[in-house]
């Protein structure tokens, strides 16, 4: 990693202000290249995926550069996703912390439009938007583009890839000629390249080059997990692990204080490392490490560089690395001195991607680790505590406790047995010996029948791959999913990407929680998981597909009016959403076909909170 800082940049002196207040150290790699020629005034392709940095990497060069003293929007930002777009609403607005008349707004599907109506009548500098409802608010009338000044295509190819390439063209259709363009994309498929050809002019190209790398003797795993519960993931990896010095790497200086701060307060003896540490408190800190005074470090890029201590066996990348580069930097602080060490990768869903890259550049795969459990975690407990009490007696010295003890036993009549018992309950009160602990089960843990993978995060050729699985249907409802009723179908030119793109731009449920759509002359279905709360299905039973209204239902007993190719076919048993939600049964309507055999519906899981809530959402 080279030694560019912020500061090198040229950006202006609120937005470096603000790269200050969070905690940034250095900028990211995508961030040295794009940073310059967005300054620049350049139109720029930036081939990067979530976690590199990317968000920054447009924003803070156009927050330094443009005119915000207009009453309508000066920069407008796309994303595929509800999520996505208040995710870089609000990181926008934290750069321009110190930019008071700059404000950004989110507008995306599934929200009520007044509220948006409402929101767009205050001077907006910034929207970040997704294309179906931008383009409601274009055609409304509510929102005027002639000032824009910059536009920016965020996550491209997933955007496209959801079937808002027609959206998408007509916004830029909409756009000053002379703005400045960028466009980020992970992938670079057809029809992103089709929109850079026709949209982005000239233009610089980024990317993050996958520099092939070697790691040798460090025993490589990666953990999926869900970015709320990656603290709790933390505290059972480490103490899973057999492992003695451990080096935890975050991204910015806060997070090194806030993590080891956590980790402390549950026990372990953890201390920060970053650039903003005094030299001397450094390199103390190092120090500890070394001789075993410390066994947990948890540090930025930067001040890790260098670490060199024997001890240190496992490395955890609690935050992914921007790139190959830092990550085979990071991991290549274990394995020293010839020993074997250990890594830890820990991979949000939203960062699949930025896994298959490390993999692709070390040339070795990184295996799945399981989220370490309760009993497994116990186990560990009972063998520490086991040892710390043979430990304590050979130490010895335990005259005035074992006259204590027997004197409790004779007065009370007790059985010493019953004591050690009561003692052994009394001392695992902190750190309990038989913990209960909260399921965090793996984000893509799915019903039968459902791939492993999800959409987020898969190349071009794997998406395909899925959406013809799904489109062409394996027997029956997936497990977890109900059926819903479309009256929209090849007659009116829909594609199953018109009906993701719809969902999911309307109603904000991503696109990987789509399941399987089937396509017919006047109608199709489509399976999404059970517990989509009402409002959202409002959403849905309002919204249009490609201009034709979408006549969204529950596919429920009746065979919608003048379609013959569906019969009843009731399940057997099962509670579904449905039924509990006051239906006159769960029957279902299916396909008539005499290879289909009659399954019964599996229980419904809905009513389980954590899967209502876990089925929505990106990461
Ligand atoms: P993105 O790729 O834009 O989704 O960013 C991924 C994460 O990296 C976000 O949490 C950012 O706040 C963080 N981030 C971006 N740039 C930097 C940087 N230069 N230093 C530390 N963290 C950063």
Same mark, same amino acid.
Not at 38 to 54: D, M, P, R, V
């Given at each position: 990693?080279?030694?560019?800082?912020?500061?090198?940049?040229?950006?202006?002196?609120?937005?470096?202000?603000?790269?200050?207040?969070?905690?940034?150290?250095?900028?990211?790699?995508?961030?040295?290249?794009?940073?310059?020629?967005?300054?620049?005034?350049?139109?720029?392709?930036?081939?990067?995926?979530?976690?590199?940095?990317?968000?920054?990497?447009?924003?803070?060069?156009?927050?330094?550069?443009?005119?915000?003293?207009?009453?309508?929007?000066?920069?407008?930002?796309?994303?595929?996703?509800?999520?996505?777009?208040?995710?870089?609403?609000?990181?926008?607005?934290?750069?321009?912390?110190?930019?008071?008349?700059?404000?950004?707004?989110?507008?995306?599907?599934?929200?009520?439009?007044?509220?948006?109506?409402?929101?767009?009548?205050?001077?907006?500098?910034?929207?970040?938007?997704?294309?179906?409802?931008?383009?409601?608010?274009?055609?409304?009338?509510?929102?005027?583009?002639?000032?824009?000044?910059?536009?920016?295509?965020?996550?491209?190819?997933?955007?496209?890839?959801?079937?808002?390439?027609?959206?998408?063209?007509?916004?830029?259709?909409?756009?000053?000629?002379?703005?400045?363009?960028?466009?980020?994309?992970?992938?670079?498929?057809?029809?992103?390249?089709?929109?850079?050809?026709?949209?982005?002019?000239?233009?610089?190209?980024?990317?993050?080059?996958?520099?092939?790398?070697?790691?040798?003797?460090?025993?490589?795993?990666?953990?999926?997990?869900?970015?709320?519960?990656?603290?709790?993931?933390?505290?059972?990896?480490?103490?899973?692990?057999?492992?003695?010095?451990?080096?935890?790497?975050?991204?910015?200086?806060?997070?090194?204080?806030?993590?080891?701060?956590?980790?402390?307060?549950?026990?372990?003896?953890?201390?920060?490392?970053?650039?903003?540490?005094?030299?001397?408190?450094?390199?103390?800190?190092?120090?500890?490490?070394?001789?075993?005074?410390?066994?947990?470090?948890?540090?930025?890029?930067?001040?890790?560089?260098?670490?060199?201590?024997?001890?240190?066996?496992?490395?955890?990348?609690?935050?992914?690395?921007?790139?190959?580069?830092?990550?085979?930097?990071?991991?290549?602080?274990?394995?020293?001195?010839?020993?074997?060490?250990?890594?830890?990768?820990?991979?949000?869903?939203?960062?699949?991607?930025?896994?298959?890259?490390?993999?692709?550049?070390?040339?070795?795969?990184?295996?799945?680790?399981?989220?370490?459990?309760?009993?497994?975690?116990?186990? @560990? +407990?009972?063998?520490?505590? !086991? %040892?710390?009490? *043979?430990?304590?007696? #050979?130490? /010895?010295? &335990?005259?005035?406790?074992?006259?204590?003890?027997?004197?409790?036993?004779?007065?009370?009549?007790?059985?010493?047995?019953?004591?050690?018992?009561?003692?052994?309950?009394?001392?695992?009160?902190?750190?309990?010996?038989?913990?209960?602990?909260?399921?965090?089960?793996?984000?893509?843990?799915?019903?039968?029948?459902?791939?492993?993978?999800?959409?987020?995060?898969?190349?071009?050729?794997?998406? @395909? +791959?899925?959406?013809?699985? !799904? %489109?062409?249907? *394996?027997?029956?409802? #997936?497990? /977890?999913? &109900?059926?819903?009723?479309?009256?929209?179908?090849?007659?009116?030119?829909?594609?199953?990407?018109?009906?993701?793109?719809?969902?999911?731009?309307?109603?904000?449920?991503?696109?990987?929680?789509?399941?399987?759509?089937?396509?017919?002359?006047?109608?199709?279905?489509?399976?999404?998981?059970?517990?989509?709360?009402?409002?959202?299905?409002?959403?849905?039973?309002?919204?249009?597909?490609?201009?034709?209204?979408?006549?969204?239902?529950?596919?429920?007993?009746?065979?919608?009016?003048?379609?013959?190719?569906?019969?009843?076919?009731?399940?057997?048993?099962?509670?579904?959403?449905?039924?509990?939600?006051?239906?006159?049964?769960?029957?279902?309507?299916?396909?008539?076909?005499?290879?289909?055999?009659?399954?019964?519906?599996?229980?419904?899981?809905?009513?389980?909170?954590?899967?209502?809530?876990?089925?929505?959402?990106?990461?």
């Amino acid at each position: 990693m080279s030694d560019i800082s912020f500061a090198d940049l040229g950006l202006a002196k609120e937005v470096l202000e603000a790269v200050q207040k969070a905690g940034y150290e250095v900028p990211s790699p995508i961030q040295q290249q794009a940073i310059p020629a967005l300054l620049k005034g350049k139109n720029l392709l930036g081939t990067a995926q979530t976690g590199t940095g990317k968000t920054a990497a447009f924003s803070l060069p156009l927050l330094s550069t443009l005119n915000f003293s207009h009453s309508t929007p000066a920069m407008l930002v796309l994303t595929p996703t509800r999520e996505l777009s208040i995710q870089v609403a609000e990181a926008i607005q934290s750069f321009a912390i110190a930019m008071p008349k700059i404000r950004a707004l989110a507008i995306y599907g599934g929200q009520d439009i007044n509220v948006q109506l409402k929101a767009l009548k205050r001077n907006i500098s910034i929207v970040v938007a997704t294309p179906g409802r931008l383009l409601d608010h274009i055609r409304r009338g509510s929102i005027s583009l002639a000032k824009v000044q910059a536009i920016v295509l965020d996550e491209a190819d997933e955007m496209l890839d959801m079937g808002f390439m027609e959206d998408v063209e007509s916004i830029l259709k909409e756009i000053p000629k002379n703005a400045q363009r960028a466009l980020f994309s992970a992938t670079m498929p057809e029809q992103v390249r089709q929109i850079v050809e026709r949209y982005l002019g000239e233009y610089e190209e980024v990317r993050i080059e996958g520099k092939t790398a070697t790691v040798e003797n460090i025993n490589q795993r990666y953990i999926m997990v869900r970015p709320q519960h990656k603290l709790e993931a933390l505290t059972r990896v480490l103490e899973s692990e057999d492992a003695d010095g451990i080096l935890i790497f975050v991204r910015t200086k806060q997070e090194t204080a806030e993590v080891a701060e956590k980790l402390e307060a549950r026990g372990f003896n953890a201390a920060p490392l970053s650039g903003d540490l005094a030299q001397t408190l450094r390199e103390r800190t190092i120090n500890r490490l070394k001789i075993g005074k410390l066994d947990i470090v948890v540090a930025t890029d930067v001040a890790a560089r260098g670490i060199d201590v024997d001890r240190i066996s496992l490395v955890v990348n609690y935050d992914v690395p921007y790139d190959t580069e830092s990550y085979v930097h990071r991991i290549g602080r274990t394995g020293r001195a010839g020993r074997t060490g250990n890594a830890i990768l820990f991979v949000t869903p939203r960062e699949r991607r930025l896994l298959k890259t490390i993999e692709k550049a070390t040339r070795q795969p990184i295996a799945p680790m399981d989220m370490p459990t309760g009993s497994q975690i116990s186990e @560990k +407990r009972v063998i520490a505590f !086991r %040892k710390k009490i *043979l430990e304590k007696i #050979e130490q /010895g010295d &335990l005259d005035i406790f074992r006259d204590l003890i027997q004197n409790l036993a004779s007065e009370t009549g007790t059985p010493l047995l019953e004591l050690a018992a009561a003692l052994t309950a009394l001392a695992q009160e902190s750190q309990p010996l038989f913990p209960e602990m909260q399921e965090l089960p793996p984000p893509d843990e799915r019903g039968k029948g459902f791939k492993a993978e999800n959409t987020f995060g898969l190349g071009a050729e794997e998406n @395909k +791959r899925l959406r013809k699985e !799904r %489109k062409e249907g *394996l027997d029956g409802v #997936e497990e /977890g999913f &109900l059926r819903y009723y479309l009256g929209v179908g090849r007659k009116d030119r829909v594609s199953p990407k018109d009906i993701v793109g719809a969902i999911a731009g309307e109603s904000g449920i991503s696109s990987s929680e789509i399941g399987r759509i089937k396509l017919f002359d006047k109608f199709s279905t489509v399976e999404l998981p059970e517990g989509i709360p009402d409002p959202l299905l409002q959403i849905l039973e309002n919204m249009y597909i490609r201009g034709n209204p979408s006549k969204f239902r529950l596919m429920t007993e009746e065979p919608p009016k003048g379609i013959k190719e569906f019969v009843v076919r009731r399940s057997t048993s099962r509670d579904s959403v449905f039924s509990r939600k006051g239906k006159s049964n769960s029957g279902r309507i299916e396909k008539t076909s005499s290879r289909r055999r009659e399954r019964p519906f599996k229980e419904s899981r809905g009513d389980t909170p954590f899967r209502k809530t876990r089925r929505f959402g990106r990461h």
